[in-house]
């Protein structure tokens, strides 16, 4: 028990009845330093009274090797800093990560949140992190992620993704690869070819994405927070109306699909689609083959020859199509993906789309024929 | 039902300051030594009233009442005010820590608690296949633990303490020149997991007795020869209901068809997709916070992967990796939380949970249950 030169501790703040079952949103917040990632948040914090925000600054990249760390829980009433402990109980044999354990523990010991934003710092690639946080959603965990934020500066953007140096990997590409929306920040300062220059380049790299301009971070939170980006169909639609463009590649006939190219080196950032017509049954488990002999093992199955191993980083991939009158979206990050029927939209897309955003692929055309003859699509 | 997931929620306007001779209302501040105790309602207007009520010493009197034993066998239990979900209690004091002889290779996490083997993105992304040599250590490690945990089992009768089976595990495996893996993983404090009725797994041993009617589980993990070998069984204590044995067929039920599905090329995230239909004919649910897991020179490492239906696992099986699989059933609703201790993970809604495991070898044709039971199928198909 407690002696009398002990230290008082710190009262701590009871859970305030919010359900059990409500799970709490998590946003990644990621862009190049100075892009304007604390200015948003700000905005954010001061946007939202009355919500319990925390925030939680960035290092989380290895979160294998968290034991410890400190998170900032911003609320109405000001700023605070927690530390995070990790529970055995939810380590030992769980996939749970001790980054996302240790957050619910946080939030059962303080009361919920009502979103949770992670910074990361600007050299760090919001993938392993974003694919950590999706996984862990099955575990009954009181998290899920919500989307990834990339902030772009409308001045220095462009510089700084054609960036290039020998043996050296270009994070903010990862970061646009993964983002699920992008706010190209600093609209004030650009003049309108930097502008220009900077759309462009973001639809070649990730043609998915939808992208908004911003000032100061000023941008209606609707299109930032609570996008369910990882679950919600709506946002493909959108997301897929962008790449009606054929390709402009020169040599290139095959009208079934767009790709596009960022400065030239095979190592870059890229994106390929494919134009996906109702499959049928063997078709959809054959796509799901595909993806996941690439995604898990880097290897492209083709119909004709022997598979293929490569060395593609495939960021991102996303995806709707149909089968048997029903509608499927895929979603993935890293080597994490999912297939899911979705119902709803009334009119049941004719041609579906599969996208992939990644590295080493070049314009894709490679990865994207193999696809189309293990699908046995026609080419037009 | 649910009784503890409900009690967070205090309508904190009405509770009035815990501070001596205090007129004010308390806030939503609590006092963390009595959150930690399990006592509830200790909220305070500000943190100043809350020191002066501690250096009085009034409220310091709630914490004291709390602690010591009173039963003068020294058993009780250490969290008295603890919202437990059934009726399960821990009975402390733990006996103390058990020695391994200098003799025997250890761990790397043994001293300091922390697998640090473990902690490597490799060793938890990538499966690791095994060579001959490694399969063959493999093959002997499940052997002895096999050995280890049926003599434990054995000796499961009404009135035998966990912690005796605790003692009967640990010298077992001593004998056979192994180490206990549990012993200090991540500061475990014993030898072997006991889990009683509504412990979902990772029960620590302790003065409780077994009782008629009881289940419980062992797993039983042993470290030899630089290997891990990983198993446990639910068994019954005495004569069980209905319910209770009905809970323990499902489960091997689920274990045993899972099983027949690995071989080359299966997927990992489709033995969730078989169990969770058997578990849920049967009127039962699935565990989703515990996986199953790699297991050879790290005692947890790649793959893991859950026992539940939908699930993004990836990854397929190859010939040479070794795994647990290791379904958690629950009577009753699959939600689980922890006891104080951090490590005791019981049902929501307290009621009994079961579960079996086995570690595998994925074979060039199907798989070899390195952990089988003598009298039970050891090759698939």
């Not at chain 1, 593609?312 to 979206?329: M, T, W």
Request: hydrophobic share 35%.
């Amino acid at each position: 028990m407690m002696e009398d030169d002990e230290e008082i501790p710190e009262l701590l703040e009871a859970p305030t009845g919010h359900d059990y079952n409500v799970r709490v949103p998590l946003t990644i917040l990621t862009g190049y330093l100075g892009a304007g990632k604390t200015t948003l948040l700000n905005y954010i914090l001061t946007e939202n009274h009355g919500r319990r925000i925390a925030v939680i600054m960035n290092e989380f990249a290895d979160t294998a090797d968290i034991e410890s760390r400190t998170i900032n829980v911003s609320s109405d009433t000001g700023l605070t800093e927690e530390v995070l402990e990790l529970a055995n109980g939810c380590l030992c044999c769980s996939v749970k990560d001790s980054g996302a354990a240790a957050i619910e523990k946080l939030m059962q010991k303080k009361g919920k949140f009502d979103y949770i934003l992670l910074e990361t710092t600007g050299v760090a690639d919001p993938g392993p992190i974003a694919a950590m946080f999706w996984q862990n959603e099955e575990l009954a965990s009181d998290i899920y992620l919500d989307g990834v934020v990339c902030v772009i500066d409308s001045v220095f953007g462009v510089k700084q993704l054609e960036e290039r140096r020998e043996g050296w990997v270009n994070e903010g590409l990862r970061q646009l690869a993964c983002a699920d929306v992008v706010l190209v920040n600093k609209t004030d300062l650009a003049t309108p070819s930097q502008l220009t220059s900077v759309t462009t380049l973001i639809a070649q790299i990730n043609p998915t994405v939808p992208h908004f301009p911003t000032q100061r971070g000023m941008v209606t939170l609707d299109h930032i927070l609570g996008l369910r980006a990882y679950e919600r169909l709506s946002m493909l639609p959108t997301v897929f109306t962008s790449l009606g463009v054929p390709c402009e590649d020169d040599h290139c006939h095959d009208a079934s699909h767009v790709h596009s190219h960022t400065s030239g080196h095979l190592d870059d950032v890229s994106s390929c689609v494919l134009k996906v017509p109702p499959l049928d049954a063997v078709q959809l488990s054959r796509l799901d083959e595909f993806i996941r002999s690439l995604l898990w093992d880097n290897v492209l199955l083709r119909v004709d020859a022997a598979e293929l191993k490569t060395d593609f980083e495939i960021l991102r991939c996303k995806g709707i199509f149909s089968s048997d009158g029903k509608q499927f979206v895929l979603q993935g990050v890293r080597n994490i993906y999912d297939i899911n029927e979705v119902n709803g939209e009334e009119d049941a897309m004719a041609n579906g789309k599969v996208a992939f955003i990644g590295r080493g692929f070049g314009d894709g055309r490679v990865l994207i024929q193999c696809l189309q003859q293990y699908l046995n699509i026609a080419s037009p | 039902m649910t009784a503890t997931t409900t009690t967070t929620t205090t309508t904190t306007t009405e509770v009035p300051c815990m501070g001596v001779d205090c007129p004010n209302t308390a806030g939503k501040l609590e006092c963390p030594t009595c959150v930690k105790l399990g006592i509830k309602g200790s909220f305070f207007c500000s943190q100043d009233c809350f020191k002066r009520s501690l250096l009085g010493k009034t409220h310091k009197l709630l914490h004291t009442t709390a602690g010591p034993p009173v039963d003068p066998s020294g058993e009780h239990d250490p969290w008295p005010f603890f919202t437990y979900t059934g009726s399960l209690r821990p009975a402390y004091p733990l006996s103390p820590r058990r020695e391994v002889p200098e003799s025997i290779p250890k761990p790397d996490y043994w001293k300091d608690g922390i697998p640090k083997s473990e902690r490597s993105f490799e060793v938890q992304r990538n499966p690791r296949i095994l060579n001959k040599q490694e399969i063959e250590a493999m093959r002997v490690s499940c052997r002895l633990g096999r050995e280890v945990l049926d003599i434990a089992a054995a000796a499961i009768a009404p009135g035998v303490t966990t912690d005796e089976l605790d003692k009967i595990v640990h010298e077992e495996t001593i004998k056979r020149g192994a180490y206990p893996s549990p012993l200090n993983y991540r500061d475990f404090p014993k030898s072997v997991c006991t889990s009683v009725n509504e412990v979902i797994c990772h029960g620590i041993p302790d003065q409780r007795k077994l009782r008629e009617g009881d289940i419980v589980n062992l797993d039983v993990s042993l470290y030899y020869n630089g290997f891990h070998a990983d198993l446990n069984e639910t068994y019954a204590v005495g004569k069980i209901d209905e319910e209770s044995q009905h809970l323990i067929d499902t489960t091997r039920k689920c274990l045993d068809e899972a099983i027949a599905m690995c071989k080359p090329g299966a997927l990992f995230r489709d033995i969730g997709k078989l169990i969770e239909p058997i578990a849920k004919a049967n009127g039962c649910s699935v565990v989703r916070s515990y996986t199953a897991h790699g297991v050879n020179q790290n005692f947890h490492c790649a793959p893991t992967f859950p026992h539940y239906a939908k699930n993004k696992s990836p990854g397929a099986m190859k010939p040479g990796m070794t795994f647990t699989i290791e379904p958690m059933i629950n009577s009753g609703v699959y939600n689980d939380e922890h006891w104080p201790d951090n490590w005791t993970a019981v049902t929501r809604d307290g009621k009994r949970s079961a579960q079996f495991e086995e570690t595998l070898l994925v074979t060039e044709t199907g798989v070899e249950v390195l952990t089988a039971r003598k009298d039970r199928k050891r090759f698939y198909p």
